[in-house]
């Protein structure tokens, strides 16, 4: 039996379920891809890498209506407490065991801001993280570019599978992706944050070619809705 269910649903949104269920970036009501509505989820711990509305998402409503655990930055954990919903904060390079989930918080090369009501409010700095569940070390690496420290993020977590943005223009395009890959040395690579909207628009067979002529690593290119289990 799998110890863990890994499900994309849609952008940088994934469901991990092991002993507990993790919910990170729900980016649900708006996502033109969205394999599910946000009354199907059901998480105890919502982990939500920046400010930015495609993954804060309804981060707010789903806390609110099944009171489970939310992490984020400093910043973004005190706006949503200031919609009346509670948050904890934590920074990069800090670990949180929760409720026997580990999260630890990562550099992202990216920009945060929480956009709401025509005012963008402090949303700190942008994130990932590895996540320790179900035995095993999963890196969601946010929005970012490809720096040079994810080798050190290789090193020191050893992540068997990581969660990378091929979107481009916002984040990472295939080229620095494949990069990425090569840094961290992961098992597994799971593209996400592309074709969300138009203007993401990447073919990832091109990311599957590209880093299969580069490394052992093995690419699994999802659909909204379908899931890998280990
Ligand atoms: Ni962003
Ligand atoms: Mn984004």
């Known amino acids: 039996m799998a110890d863990l269910k890994i499900t994309w649903l849609g952008h940088a949104a994934f469901l991990l379920e092991a002993e507990k269920k993790l919910l990170i970036d729900p980016f649900i009501t708006g996502n033109p891809k969205a394999s599910c509505i946000p ?5 105890d711990i919502i ?12 981060t707010i409503e789903i806390g609110a209506r099944t009171g489970c655990r939310i992490i984020s930055i400093h910043e973004v954990a005190n706006y949503i407490k200031s919609k009346g919903v509670f948050a904890e904060g934590m920074n990069k390079g800090g670990t949180m065991d929760v409720e026997g989930v580990t999260l630890t918080m990562t550099q992202a090369l990216h920009s945060s801001s929480i956009d709401a009501s ?15 569940i179900g035995g095993h070390s999963i890196y969601h690496a946010g929005d970012t570019g490809v720096f040079g420290d994810m080798q050190l993020i290789g090193e020191l977590y050893e992540p068997e599978i990581a969660l990378l943005p091929i979107g481009s223009r916002f984040t990472m395009g295939i080229k620095e ?28 067979e091109v990311f599957r070619k590209a880093v ?19």
């Open 177 to 204: 992706a494949v990069k990425a890959v090569e840094l961290i040395e992961p098992q597994i690579v799971v593209p996400m944050h592309y074709n969300t909207f138009d203007v993401i628009r990447q073919d990832p």
């Open 39 to 43: 009354e199907d989820l059901d998480p």
């Open 118 to 132: 025509g005012f963008s409010f402090d949303g700190g700095s942008p994130a990932g993280f590895v996540i320790g």
């Open 47 to 58: 982990a939500v890498t920046h400010g930015h509305r495609d993954h804060l998402g309804d």
């Open 212 to 230: 299969e002529a580069k490394v052992d690593t093995k690419v699994i290119i999802l659909e909204p809705g379908e899931f890998i289990e280990l």
